[in-house]
């Protein structure tokens, strides 16, 4: 019912940038967290930031100074800037979010979304 929808990913020469783009769509949902996440081949999916409401964003050591994220809460989307890419950094990154929604009762569930992922490869 709900959705995240990725878009920005692509090819880019070592020392490139690009920008990542996330919104998640659908009905009777609001948003605690958003963020990013990545696998490489042959790794574990793993954090490449977050940000949750009203927080400082978190970012993985090897990202930080050179990746952005940033959130546009009114239009439930998430972006990632992307900077100074190196060939380590390619990978399919996946936008994350944890959701909040009623339940039948009207009590609060909180569950985590995924979108289908976007490849960014970053060439030497």
């Known amino acids: 019912q709900v959705h995240l929808v990725e878009s920005g990913g692509g090819l880019v020469q070592a020392g490139g940038s690009l920008r990542l783009s996330c919104t998640a769509s659908g009905s009777a949902f609001s948003i605690n967290a958003m963020g990013w996440y990545r696998q490489a081949p042959g790794k574990q999916r793993e954090l490449v930031a977050e940000e949750t409401n009203g927080g400082r964003p978190n970012y993985a050591d090897s990202v930080k100074g050179r990746f952005t994220i940033s959130r546009d809460n009114a239009e439930n989307s998430v972006y990632l800037q992307m900077i100074s890419l190196k060939p380590e950094d390619t990978a399919v990154y996946y936008c994350?979010?944890?959701?909040?929604?009623?339940?039948?009762?009207?009590?609060?569930?909180?569950?985590?979304?995924w979108g289908q992922g976007t490849q960014v490869t970053v060439s030497s």
């Open positions: 994350h979010a944890i959701l909040v929604r009623p339940n039948y009762y009207g009590a609060d569930i909180e569950y985590d979304q």
